[in-house]
């Protein structure tokens, strides 16, 4: 067994600001939001949040009929961005069938747009004699996983991580953890997901989705803020390629930055509600994992969802474990929650952050809600030398995840 | 349905689902060679068939003997009529 470092070589992005990553970091760089009221989501009966962040503009002609049959939105998103991913690392055909490049992906749930219409036309009269023969492959758990496999012809090792909105990261951190234990040398890594109204509602019936922005959805979600009434469901696939740094010298290909530490743990207190306590304590032990103090962290990307509780509790998460003045944003006021796709979507540009020593602030926070904890918060684009980041994502369920970054400076 | 109507059905039908152009669709082409269908597709063709004519061939053993867009032709047009007696 050999310990290995961990750096990144390519990004894939779907976002509800467009198909590519530069379409997803200029979005972020205009501080536009990508949020929009939906009318068809006023004909679902008793649901309160009626805006939303969707994927727009993509083609999913690019992928063949025979890998798409099998494909749910979610699986399109996620190999469209595995495709960008896999062509900026400069990874062909040669290495797809090596075994040494693996993939851990995952989303929510399967399809529910599927599932939905599955049953739609099966209680019509309890007949199966219509089901397609790829039903299964849209609503199996590891869909997203299997469409890139299937995909790129890639023979290496499948993960299927589900954790809800810890979904992207968790398949980042356990990539990450499968090269540096030298079981593989390259893993494309994130989550994907697809907008159903049901998101929505989950969300919506626990009192945590924004319900009062319907006339002004570009205002909303408006994560630490005093204003802030909730969470706004989003779509959308983020798709990183992890590669061995050995691996990464001997292909002479560009190093985006480096994953240096990973924690996932749960946090058994409540099904739903986040400890802030528990927060701290992933938090530090991924600093732990990447053996830095905590005043080595330049900048935390939150998970700061915009929810009364879990902003109020990673607000103070932060503020215990960094005694410093650490700079602090969440991407949600741009992006919406993106759901599966939120840590790897988050992380990529949380890459760039560091690549570029440019902050992005967080869209729509104007008055700090004063329950959350006094942190330094970023409300201006920002241009600082920045070394490492702290990314978190706290899941339903309670599972917490947090990635420690390194910018990468070539020798 | 005329003969020419029946084989239009099926094109337009199959050329929807598997997404094919329907100027490929001659009768001599294999559904797995030149159309590049496999044992999946062969699933969803059987219910998109159902689904056109509304009849039942699923558990027909001739299905299993189909090869070419011809085979298929042949087969329902047999179908309909041996159903329209």
């Given at each position: ?9 390519g ?48 083609d ?8 798409r ?10 190999t469209?961005?595995?495709k ?10 040669e ?16 399809s ?97 989705a ?27 696939s ?11 010298l ?15 743990l ?57 005694d ?50 006094d ?9 600082q ?23 990468y400076?070539?020798? | ?17 598997f ?21 999946l ?8 068939l159902?689904?056109?004519?509304k ?28 159903e329209?007696?």
């Open positions: 067994m050999q310990l290995n470092r961990v750096v990144i070589t990004m894939g992005a779907v976002s509800p600001f467009g198909p590519t990553v530069n379409d997803l970091l200029d979005g972020l760089d205009e501080d536009r939001s990508a949020v929009q009221y939906y009318e068809a989501l006023r004909e679902v009966q008793g649901l309160r949040s009626l805006v939303a962040s969707q994927v727009s503009g993509i999913p002609k690019q992928i063949a009929r025979k890998h049959r099998s494909m749910s939105r979610l699986s399109i998103y996620a469209l961005a595995a960008e991913a896999l062509a900026q690392g400069a990874v062909g055909p290495l797809y069938s090596s075994g040494q490049l693996g993939v851990a992906a995952g989303s929510t749930v399967g529910t747009e599927t599932i939905e219409a599955f049953f739609k036309d099966y209680f019509l009269d309890h007949s199966l004699e219509r089901m397609k023969s790829t039903l299964f492959f849209k609503i199996m758990n590891h869909s997203c996983a299997s469409n890139i496999a299937q995909t790129f012809d890639i023979s290496g090792r499948i993960l299927a991580p589900s954790a809800a909105c810890a979904t992207g990261s968790q398949a980042i951190g356990y990539g990450y953890e499968m090269i540096v234990a030298g079981h593989q040398q390259m893993m494309l890594c994130g989550g994907a997901d697809e907008l159903h109204p049901l998101t929505c509602a989950t969300f919506d019936v626990m009192h945590a924004s319900t009062q922005f319907n006339d002004r959805p570009q205002q909303t979600p408006r994560p630490f803020d005093a204003d802030r009434d909730g969470m706004v469901c989003g779509e959308g983020g798709i990183l390629l992890l590669e061995s740094l050995d691996s990464a001997n292909r002479g290909v560009e190093i985006l930055g480096e994953v240096v530490g990973f924690a996932t749960s946090d058994p207190g409540n099904i739903a509600n986040p400890d802030s306590g528990v927060m701290a304590q992933c938090m530090r032990q991924a600093l732990a994992v990447a053996e830095i103090e905590e005043q080595q962290i330049d900048y935390v990307n939150a998970h700061a969802t915009a929810t009364e509780q879990g902003d109020i509790a990673e607000s103070q998460a932060i503020a215990t474990v960094f410093h003045r650490v700079a602090v944003s969440s991407l949600k006021g741009h992006l919406g929650h993106t759901m599966a796709a939120s840590g790897a979507l988050e992380t990529i540009s949380t890459v760039d952050m560091l690549r570029r020593g440019r902050l992005v602030p967080t869209l729509h926070l104007q008055n700090v809600d004063p329950r959350c904890a942190l330094n918060y970023v409300r201006a684009r920002s241009d030398p920045l070394t490492f980041a702290l990314k978190n994502n706290f899941a339903l369920g309670g599972v917490n995840t947090s990635l420690v970054l390194r910018r400076d070539h020798d | 349905m005329t003969e020419q109507e029946v084989i239009n059905t099926i094109n337009i039908a199959l050329a929807e689902e997404e094919l152009e329907l100027d490929e669709m001659q009768p001599d082409v294999s559904i797995y060679e030149d159309l590049g269908l496999d044992s597709d062969t699933v969803d063709m059987v219910i998109v159902e689904g056109a004519f009849f039942k061939i699923r558990e027909e053993a001739e299905v299993k003997e189909i090869r070419t867009l011809g085979d298929i032709h042949s087969f329902v047009i047999k179908k309909i009529t041996a329209s007696k």
